[in-house]
Every structure is written in structure tokens, then in C-alpha cells.
């Protein structure tokens, strides 16, 4: 049973940085495709960034180009988004997703949440203007 366990939300003021992690555990990690997506309330979930299982492609939503950065180390089964210039449109729940890694993993396939197949409970980012 595949299980997704992100940490390292919290509250932080605009400009600052915040580092997200996602354990996963219950399966072959290097099997897998890794993201980041996010849901501010009221709005549905979004496509933040992308890894691909080697970390040789990566993808992001264009407002976080620049400012956030995903990676992984597959020794630990962990993926990261290191996230800097912080704003308070940035304030949302932050979800770890994975998906096999044996199907496309073009933008338009990385970055469509309906193409994952496990999910972890979220962790709240919060930036205060």
C-alpha cells in the first residue's frame, strides 16, 4: 500500500521560504513520478511542479518558475519543493502526488492531477502579507 506523508508547511511572511517534504513509503520509489500541486480554498487543485523518477525532467506552473524548486532523493524515498520569495497568493494546501513512471510523462501528462494515482494528506502553507 502506497502511502504519501508531506511535512514542512506552516505560517511565514511574504518573502520568506519554506522547505516541503514527501515520504513515501509502500513501494518502489524509482518506479515513480513525483509532484507538487496546490488548492487554495474556494479553487480547485493545481499543478505547482513535476520530477520526473531520475530527476532528469522537471516541470513547473509558470508563477512558481524562478522561486521553487522540486527534487528528490530516491536513497530516502523523498521528494522536496524548496520554495522561496513566498506570496500570499502562494497560501494554499500543498499535496504530494505520484504516478507510475512507465506512461507518458510529457507537460500536459505530468502536470494533469487526474493522471495520479496516490495522493498524500497535504500540509498548509500560509504567507502573511
Known amino acids: 500500500q502506497v502511502q504519501l506523508v508531506e511535512s514542512g508547511g506552516g505560517l511565514v511572511q511574504a518573502g520568506g521560504s519554506l522547505r516541503l517534504s514527501c515520504a513515501a513509503s509502500?513501494?518502489?520509489?524509482?518506479?515513480?513520478?513525483m509532484a507538487w500541486f496546490n488548492q487554495a480554498p474556494g479553487k480547485e487543485r493545481e499543478f505547482v511542479a513535476a520530477i520526473s523518477w531520475d530527476g532528469s525532467t522537471l516541470y513547473y506552473e509558470d508563477s512558481v518558475k524562478g522561486r521553487f524548486t522540486i527534487s528528490r532523493d530516491n536513497a530516502k524515498n523523498m521528494v522536496y519543493l524548496q520554495m522561496n520569495s513566498l506570496k500570499p497568493e502562494d497560501t494554499a494546501v500543498y499535496y504530494c502526488?505520484?504516478?507510475?513512471?512507465?506512461?507518458?510523462?510529457?507537460?500536459?501528462?505530468?502536470?494533469?492531477?487526474?493522471?495520479?494515482?496516490?495522493w498524500g494528506q497535504g500540509t498548509q502553507v500560509t504567507v502573511s502579507s
Open positions: 509502500g513501494g518502489t520509489f524509482e518506479h515513480y513520478n
Open positions: 502526488a505520484q504516478r507510475s513512471r512507465y506512461v507518458s510523462f510529457r507537460y500536459q501528462h505530468a502536470s494533469n492531477l487526474g493522471s495520479y494515482d496516490y
